[in-house]
Each structure stands twice: as structure tokens, then as C-alpha cells.
């Protein structure tokens, strides 16, 4: 079973230890998350810079 970690730099939740977005390091440490299945008509992907759909984190450590 993988552990899901989200990245440092853009919130995107993957099970590497790289993101398969931006190639940034991920970590354990991160709170909640949020579905953007449309970013462009998202109130929240607005809100939080969110420029693609998918899985994202609200809070990364």
C-alpha cells in the first residue's frame, strides 16, 4: 500500500516521493484536501492558485 504525500510547491496529492507535476519534493505532513474537477469555474481553485483538476491538499508542511 502507498502513502499518499502531497507536494511542497503546488498541494498536488501523488504516492511518490516526487511530484509528477511540477518535480518537486512531497511530504508525509499535509491536512485535508479538495477535489477540482473544473478549475475553471472553482471558487476554491481561485482562492488557492490551482490551475489543473485533481486532488490537492490544503496544508503542507
Known sequence: ???EKACK???RITEGDI???CGSPTSK???GYVIILD???S???KRMGIN???KFALRVR
Open 39 to 41: 478549475y475553471t469555474k
Open 52 to 54: 489543473d483538476n485533481g
Open 43 to 45: 471558487e476554491i481553485a
Open 19 to 21: 511530484c509528477n507535476k
Open 29 to 31: 505532513e499535509w491536512q
Open 9 to 11: 510547491q503546488c498541494s
Open 1 to 3: 500500500m502507498n502513502i
